[in-house]
């Protein structure tokens, strides 16, 4: 069975029920260990252990390869990949995030299949959803916003047949 799900920005795979679904390809341009438990007790390591190691902005797949995306990029700029926050999330570049987001749209959109699915995953902690939205042609479907300070949102997209 070929797998039919991606995860181009997988980290730590924190909100994965299987962090090890062999239905989903997760990948990352990084891979390592974190040690947190100098942070938070009874935690250990944090580990970034993707199936295939890539940059989301140029994806090594063919054309139409998943009928499901999970899209979770880097929601910070400038944060320290030494600090637990940069860790396990990543970082945006603060002058190229723009151009970095619209090529990650871009490819996730290109290996998905049409009438597959794109989950987004944005946190609004230092730029606004509306502003990242605005990177992409495809219209969201449906979005929720979820979090203590409901800050965070998910929205769906549907690659509609061209």
């Known amino acids: 069975m070929e797998k039919q799900v991606l995860d ?7 909100f994965w029920f299987d962090k090890n679904d ?7 341009v990084r891979k390592g260990n974190f040690d947190v438990s ?8 944090k580990e970034i252990d993707p199936d295939v190691i ?3 902005r140029s994806l090594d797949f063919e054309d139409n390869t998943f009928w499901h995306i999970i899209f ?10 030494n600090s637990v926050i940069g860790f ?11 151009e970095d ?3 990650g ?41 979820s979090g203590k300070s409901s800050k965070t949102h998910w929205v769906a997209f549907i690659k509609t047949s061209e």
């Open 8 to 14: 181009p920005c997988c980290g730590c795979k924190m």
């Open 22 to 28: 062999n239905r989903v390809v997760f990948s990352d």
């Open 38 to 45: 100098h942070y938070k007790k009874n935690v250990g390591k």
């Open 54 to 56: 890539q940059d989301f």
């Open 72 to 81: 979770d990029p880097p929601h910070v700029k400038s944060l320290s990949l």
């Open 88 to 98: 396990s999330y990543g970082t945006l570049d603060k002058d190229t995030w723009k």
């Open 101 to 103: 987001l619209r090529k």
């Open 105 to 145: 749209f871009a490819e996730c959109f290109r290996v998905l299949k049409p009438n597959g699915t794109l989950i987004f995953k944005w946190n609004e902690i230092q730029i606004p959803l509306k502003e990242v939205l605005a990177l992409t042609d495809y219209k969201p479907l449906y979005g929720h916003r």
